[in-house]
């Protein structure tokens, strides 16, 4: 059983940056591929990049070049590094753990409650 809580989240402007650390409970954390999702109202939970447990990286073209994923083993932590964010970036973020074969939904299998980014123009 994993636990996984986001914080980091808030209000930035057009071009600004957030970090979201994502802690997780749980003594096999480093046995895990890490990922962030997230959600915009009225719209799907939608992949935005991945960490494998060796430190692979995959994202999606939206964020290619403007966010970067990295994770902390001995502190059981993943981080989601956000620069020059767009108001299209607005949604609630949320962290998954899970030893999926591709970047879906229902491939991963432990989520956080997610916090919310917002960013104005």
């Known amino acids: 059983q994993v636990q996984l809580v986001e914080s980091g989240g808030g209000l930035v402007q057009t071009g600004g940056s957030l970090r979201l650390p994502c802690a997780a409970s749980?003594?096999?954390?480093?046995?895990?591929?890490m990922g962030w999702f997230r959600q915009a109202p009225g719209k799907e939970r939608e992949f935005v990049e991945t960490?494998?447990?060796?430190?692979?990286?995959y994202y999606a073209d939206s964020v290619k070049g403007r966010f970067t994923i990295s994770r902390d083993n001995a502190k059981n932590t993943v981080y989601l590094q956000m620069n020059s964010l767009k108001p299209e970036d607005t949604a609630v973020y949320y962290c998954?753990?899970?030893?999926?074969?591709?970047?879906?939904?229902?491939?991963?299998?432990?989520w956080g409650l997610g916090t919310q980014v917002t960013v104005s123009s």
């Open positions: 749980g003594r096999t954390f480093s046995s895990y591929r």
């Open positions: 960490i494998s447990r060796y430190g692979s990286t």
């Open positions: 998954t753990a899970g030893h999926p074969r591709g970047h879906t939904v229902g491939e991963y299998d432990y």
